[in-house]
C-alpha cells in the first residue's frame, strides 16, 4: 500500500511511502530519509504516487495514536504558525512516546470527596452558559471575568461534572507546572482516578503510562500546561485556560504557538466549549468581547462577600534606599505577631543583579551574552540568565583590576534582609532556584504556619492560602523599565495577582505597593482594583502606536555565529519582503540581547491587518523559502508577545 507521510522536518511538503504492512492514518511509522531513520506520521492513504517510492522500515502503532481532530488541528497550526506540517504533527504527539501493549485498569483511589459549595447566583448563571452551550454542540468561547478568590475554580469544576456525565473529557490548563499541585488535589478529590496530570517535568515512562489511560478512556479530565492542549482525548467537548493571558502559555520554541489560540481552534473543530478564565484578561481578549466575539461571565464579588483588601502605595523616592520601607517592615511585623502569613513579591532572582568595578565602572558579563550576569549567593555562582552560563564570584575586576562592587537586588538579597530583621521567624523562597521544594513550600503555606514568602511571579499567581493577610511589593515598576509594548499590560497582571494572594480567609488582608512611579496607570489601576480604566488607558496607546489588537504582528529572528552573514542576510530578507502589498516592514535591527548564546540575533518586525493574514502569510512564507542561507538560521513568530 502507498502512505502519506508527515516528516518532522521544516519543509513544507509530504512524503510518499510502500508499506509491505496495513497501516493506518494517524499511525506513526519509520522511514529512510537522505541516509537517516525518521519517525514520521501517516496523513493519508494513496491508491498511487507518481514518484518511485522507498519502503517504510516499520511500523510503531498498530492503532492510531492521534485522532482525525488532532490532525485537522496540524494542518491549521502548519497554516496559521507559518511550520511544516510534520512539526505541527511533532508537537501534538513527540516520536519518543510510547504505548504500553499491557490492558490499563483504573487505580482504587482513596481520596475523600470534596464537598461542593452551592454556586452564588453568578457563579450559577455562568455555569448554565457554559452548560447549555456543551448541550447543544454549540462552539462557544467564553471569558469567565472574576476578580481573585471571586470562585472561577468552582464554575470550572460544575462544568467539567457536567462533561464526566455525559461521558465527555476536558482539558484544563495551567500556566505554570507549580501550579498542578494546588489544583490537581482539588480535582482529585472531586474526580478521583478520572483526573489525569500532564507537564514537562514527567518522566517517559510517566507519559507512556498516561498516553496508554488516555487511549483506554480511564482519564476523562486532565490538568496540564500548554502542551496538553495536544493530548488526543476521548470526545473533547470542554477546554479550560486558567489565567489566559499568561505568557507561558506562548512556546518559546518553533513553533511559537499558543495555547490559548490552540484551544479555540480545537473547540471550533469538534463544537467544544472554551472557557478562559482571568482577573486581568489579555488586552486582545477583552477587545472581541468588546466586539461581541466572545461572551463575558462575569464574577463582580469575592466568595462569602470577603472584603477587598486594603492597597497603599509607597513611593520608593522617600524611603532612603531601603529595599523594605517602613510601612512594609511595620505591616510584616504585625502580620507575624498575629500568627499570620507573609508574602513579599520580587520579580527577580538572585542576589545581586550588577556587579561593577569600582574604578573603570566595567560591568561584568556573560561571555556567551554579553548582558551582566546575576549574583546567587547560595550557589557561589556568577549566572546568566538566559543561557545557563556559570562562573566564580569575582574579587576583582578582569579589566583594570580593581574592586567588584554588587548593586541591586533579587529574591536572594530581600531573603537575606528579612531574616536579618526578622531572626526568628521561618522565611521561605519560592523561585526559579527552588523548584525542588515547591511541593514543600506550598504544603507550609496551605498548612497556614507563620512564616514569610519570599517568591517571583511564580509565587503570584493561582495560589490559595487562607492564613496570608499580608502582601508586599517589593519594586512594581521594575517591568515597566522594558521597551516591550506589553509592558504596562504585564505589570498590571502582576500587581493584580499579587494583591489577589491576600485575605482569602476570615481576616482582612493588608497590601503594600512600592513604586518609584506610584502615579503610572498600570500601577494606579491595580491598586484601585480596576481592570476597565486600566484597559481603556492601555487600549488607547495600542491604537495611538498600531499595536495590537490594531495590527496583527510577525516577528522574523535571524541568527548566527557571524554577524555579518545576519546582516546581510536580514537586509536581503527585509528587502524581499517591502513588496508583499499590505505589509509594513520594521528593520531589521539587533535584537535588545543582540547576542545570545554565542550567536548574533537580529529582526524584522512585520506589521499589517488580520483580515489580511491569509494571503500575506502565504507570501511571507514565498520569501522565506529561499532562505536561510548556510550558518544563518530564521525563526518566525506569529503574534509574539515580545517585539524587542
Same mark, same amino acid.
Given at each position: 500500500?502507498?502512505?502519506?507521510?508527515?516528516?518532522?522536518?521544516?519543509?513544507?511538503?509530504?512524503?510518499?511511502?510502500?508499506?509491505?504492512?496495513?497501516?493506518?492514518?494517524?499511525?506513526?511509522?519509520?522511514?529512510?530519509?537522505?541516509?537517516?531513520?525518521?519517525?514520521?506520521?501517516?496523513?493519508?492513504?494513496?491508491?498511487?504516487?507518481?514518484?518511485?517510492?522507498?519502503?517504510?522500515?516499520?511500523?510503531?502503532?498498530?492503532?492510531?495514536?492521534?485522532?482525525?481532530?488532532?490532525?485537522?488541528?496540524?494542518?491549521?497550526?502548519?497554516? *496559521?504558525?507559518?511550520?511544516?506540517?510534520?512539526?505541527?504533527?511533532?508537537?501534538?504527539?513527540?516520536?519518543?512516546?510510547?504505548?504500553?501493549?499491557?490492558?490499563?485498569?483504573?487505580?482504587?483511589?482513596?481520596?475523600?470527596? #470534596?464537598? =461542593?459549595?452551592?454556586?452564588?447566583?453568578?457563579?450559577?448563571?455562568?455555569?448554565?452558559?457554559?452548560?447549555?452551550?456543551?448541550?447543544?454542540?454549540?462552539?462557544?468561547?467564553?471569558?469567565?471575568?472574576?476578580?481573585?478568590?471571586?470562585?472561577?475554580?468552582?464554575?470550572?469544576?460544575?462544568?467539567?461534572?457536567?462533561?464526566?456525565?455525559?461521558?465527555?473529557?476536558?482539558?484544563?490548563?495551567?500556566?505554570?507546572?507549580?501550579?498542578?499541585?494546588?489544583?490537581?488535589?482539588?480535582?482529585?478529590?472531586?474526580?478521583?482516578?478520572?483526573?489525569?496530570?500532564?507537564?514537562?517535568?514527567?518522566?517517559?515512562?510517566?507519559?507512556?503510562?498516561?498516553?496508554?489511560?488516555?487511549?483506554?478512556?480511564?482519564?476523562?479530565?486532565?490538568?496540564?500546561?500548554?502542551?496538553?492542549?495536544?493530548?488526543?482525548?476521548?470526545?473533547?467537548?470542554?477546554?479550560?485556560?486558567?489565567?489566559?493571558?499568561?505568557?507561558? /502559555?506562548?512556546?518559546?520554541?518553533?513553533?511559537?504557538?499558543?495555547?490559548?489560540?490552540?484551544?479555540?481552534?480545537?473547540?471550533?473543530?469538534?463544537?467544544?466549549?472554551?472557557?478562559?478564565?482571568?482577573?486581568?484578561?489579555?488586552?486582545?481578549?477583552?477587545?472581541?468581547?468588546?466586539?461581541? #466575539?466572545?461572551?463575558?461571565?462575569?464574577?463582580?464579588?469575592?466568595?462569602?462577600?470577603?472584603?477587598? =483588601?486594603?492597597?497603599?502605595?509607597?513611593?520608593?523616592?522617600?524611603?532612603?534606599?531601603?529595599?523594605?520601607?517602613?510601612?512594609?517592615?511595620?505591616?510584616?511585623?504585625?502580620?507575624?505577631?498575629?500568627?499570620?502569613?507573609?508574602?513579599?513579591?520580587?520579580?527577580?532572582?538572585?542576589?545581586?543583579?550588577?556587579?561593577?568595578?569600582?574604578?573603570?565602572?566595567?560591568?561584568?558579563?556573560?561571555?556567551?551574552?554579553?548582558?551582566?550576569?546575576?549574583?546567587?549567593?547560595?550557589?557561589?555562582?556568577?549566572?546568566?540568565?538566559?543561557?545557563?552560563?556559570?562562573?566564580?564570584?569575582?574579587?576583582?575586576?578582569?579589566?583594570?583590576?580593581?574592586?567588584?562592587?554588587?548593586?541591586?537586588?533579587?529574591?536572594?538579597?530581600?531573603?537575606?534582609?528579612?531574616?536579618?530583621?526578622?531572626?526568628?521567624?521561618?522565611?521561605?523562597?519560592?523561585?526559579?532556584?527552588?523548584?525542588?521544594?515547591?511541593?514543600?513550600?506550598?504544603?507550609?503555606?496551605?498548612?497556614?504556619?507563620?512564616?514569610?514568602?519570599?517568591?517571583?511571579?511564580?509565587?503570584?499567581?493561582?495560589?490559595?492560602?487562607?492564613?496570608?493577610?499580608?502582601?508586599?511589593?517589593?519594586?512594581?515598576?521594575?517591568?515597566?523599565?522594558?521597551?516591550?509594548?506589553?509592558?504596562?499590560?504585564?505589570?498590571?497582571?502582576?500587581?493584580?495577582?499579587? $494583591?489577589?494572594?491576600?485575605?482569602?480567609?476570615?481576616?482582612?488582608?493588608?497590601?503594600?505597593?512600592?513604586?518609584?512611579?506610584?502615579?503610572? /496607570?498600570? $500601577?494606579?489601576?491595580?491598586?484601585?482594583?480596576?481592570?476597565?480604566?486600566?484597559?481603556?488607558?492601555?487600549?488607547?496607546?495600542?491604537?495611538?502606536?498600531?499595536?495590537?489588537? *490594531?495590527?496583527?504582528?510577525?516577528?522574523?529572528?535571524?541568527?548566527?555565529?557571524? #554577524?555579518?552573514?545576519?546582516?546581510?542576510?536580514?537586509?536581503?530578507?527585509?528587502?524581499?519582503?517591502?513588496?508583499?502589498?499590505?505589509?509594513?516592514?520594521?528593520?531589521?535591527?539587533?535584537?535588545?540581547?543582540?547576542?545570545?548564546?554565542?550567536?548574533?540575533?537580529?529582526?524584522?518586525?512585520?506589521?499589517?491587518?488580520?483580515?489580511?493574514?491569509?494571503?500575506?502569510?502565504?507570501?511571507?512564507?514565498?520569501?522565506?523559502?529561499?532562505? =536561510?542561507?548556510?550558518?544563518?538560521?530564521?525563526?518566525?513568530?506569529?503574534?509574539?508577545?515580545?517585539?524587542?
Amino acid at each position: 500500500m502507498i502512505i502519506e507521510v508527515a516528516l518532522p522536518l521544516n519543509i513544507n511538503k509530504n512524503f510518499d511511502y510502500i508499506s509491505d504492512f496495513d497501516v493506518k492514518t494517524g499511525c506513526r511509522v519509520l522511514v529512510p530519509f537522505n541516509n537517516r531513520k525518521i519517525t514520521g506520521f501517516v496523513v493519508a492513504i494513496k491508491e498511487k504516487s507518481d514518484v518511485h517510492l522507498k519502503k517504510i522500515i516499520k511500523v510503531v502503532d498498530t492503532e492510531p495514536i492521534i485522532t482525525e481532530d488532532l490532525i485537522k488541528l496540524a494542518n491549521w497550526i502548519s497554516e *496559521y504558525y507559518l511550520c511544516s506540517f510534520g512539526s505541527a504533527l511533532n508537537l501534538i504527539l513527540p516520536k519518543t512516546i510510547k504505548l504500553s501493549k499491557n490492558k490499563i485498569t483504573a487505580p482504587y483511589m482513596h481520596s475523600e470527596s #470534596e464537598i =461542593p459549595l452551592i454556586p452564588t447566583l453568578e457563579q450559577g448563571s455562568a455555569i448554565e452558559k457554559i452548560i447549555t452551550s456543551m448541550k447543544n454542540s454549540h462552539q462557544k468561547t467564553f471569558l469567565l471575568y472574576g476578580m481573585n478568590d471571586s470562585g472561577k475554580t468552582e464554575v470550572y469544576t460544575k462544568a467539567i461534572e457536567y462533561c464526566i456525565e455525559n461521558d465527555y473529557s476536558a482539558i484544563y490548563l495551567v500556566p505554570d507546572v507549580s501550579l498542578t499541585s494546588q489544583f490537581i488535589e482539588l480535582l482529585q478529590n472531586r474526580f478521583k482516578d478520572k483526573v489525569g496530570l500532564w507537564h514537562s517535568n514527567l518522566t517517559q515512562k510517566e507519559k507512556n503510562s498516561f498516553i496508554a489511560k488516555l487511549k483506554s478512556g480511564i482519564i476523562k479530565v486532565i490538568l496540564g500546561t500548554r502542551s496538553a492542549i495536544f493530548l488526543p482525548v476521548n470526545n473533547p467537548k470542554l477546554f479550560i485556560l486558567d489565567e489566559e493571558d499568561d505568557d507561558f /502559555y506562548k512556546n518559546i520554541q518553533t513553533p511559537k504557538y499558543n495555547a490559548r489560540d490552540v484551544a479555540i481552534q480545537r473547540a471550533k473543530i469538534v463544537n467544544g466549549v472554551v472557557v478562559l478564565g482571568s482577573a486581568t484578561p489579555s488586552i486582545e481578549i477583552y477587545n472581541k468581547v468588546n466586539k461581541k #466575539e466572545i461572551e463575558i461571565l462575569k464574577l463582580s464579588e469575592r466568595i462569602e462577600s470577603r472584603p477587598l =483588601p486594603k492597597v497603599s502605595v509607597i513611593n520608593l523616592k522617600y524611603t532612603k534606599g531601603f529595599a523594605v520601607s517602613k510601612p512594609l517592615k511595620f505591616a510584616i511585623q504585625s502580620a507575624i505577631l498575629q500568627k499570620k502569613q507573609v508574602f513579599l513579591m520580587v520579580n527577580r532572582r538572585g542576589w545581586a543583579t550588577i556587579l561593577k568595578c569600582k574604578q573603570c565602572e566595567n560591568v561584568v558579563k556573560c561571555p556567551k551574552c554579553l548582558i551582566p550576569l546575576v549574583a546567587h549567593k547560595n550557589q557561589s555562582v556568577l549566572l546568566c540568565h538566559y543561557c545557563g552560563f556559570k562562573q566564580n564570584f569575582v574579587k576583582n575586576c578582569l579589566v583594570c583590576n580593581g574592586d567588584i562592587s554588587y548593586f541591586g537586588y533579587g529574591t536572594e538579597k530581600i531573603e537575606e534582609i528579612i531574616k536579618k530583621a526578622f531572626p526568628i521567624v521561618d522565611v521561605v523562597r519560592m523561585d526559579a532556584d527552588t523548584k525542588i521544594s515547591f511541593s514543600k513550600t506550598f504544603q507550609k503555606m496551605k498548612s497556614g504556619h507563620p512564616c514569610i514568602l519570599i517568591g517571583t511571579q511564580i509565587a503570584a499567581k493561582g495560589f490559595d492560602f487562607s492564613n496570608l493577610t499580608v502582601v508586599g511589593v517589593i519594586n512594581a515598576n521594575s517591568g515597566l523599565y522594558s521597551a516591550d509594548f506589553r509592558a504596562a499590560e504585564r505589570t498590571f497582571s502582576l500587581l493584580t495577582h499579587s $494583591i489577589g494572594r491576600c485575605g482569602r480567609g476570615h481576616s482582612e488582608g493588608q497590601v503594600i505597593i512600592q513604586s518609584e512611579h506610584p502615579d503610572h /496607570y498600570a $500601577i494606579k489601576y491595580a491598586s484601585e482594583f480596576d481592570y476597565k480604566k486600566f484597559y481603556e488607558s492601555e487600549i488607547n496607546i495600542r491604537k495611538e502606536f498600531e499595536w495590537p489588537p *490594531y495590527k496583527k504582528l510577525v516577528n522574523i529572528t535571524v541568527l548566527g555565529k557571524n #554577524e555579518k552573514d545576519v546582516i546581510s542576510e536580514s537586509e536581503s530578507i527585509t528587502l524581499n519582503l517591502n513588496g508583499i502589498t499590505g505589509l509594513s516592514v520594521l528593520g531589521p535591527v539587533p535584537k535588545i540581547i543582540s547576542y545570545l548564546a554565542g550567536k548574533h540575533r537580529w529582526q524584522i518586525l512585520l506589521k499589517f491587518e488580520e483580515s489580511n493574514y491569509k494571503h500575506i502569510s502565504k507570501d511571507i512564507l514565498k520569501v522565506l523559502e529561499d532562505y =536561510p542561507k548556510k550558518g544563518v538560521n530564521v525563526v518566525i513568530d506569529v503574534d509574539p508577545i515580545e517585539t524587542v
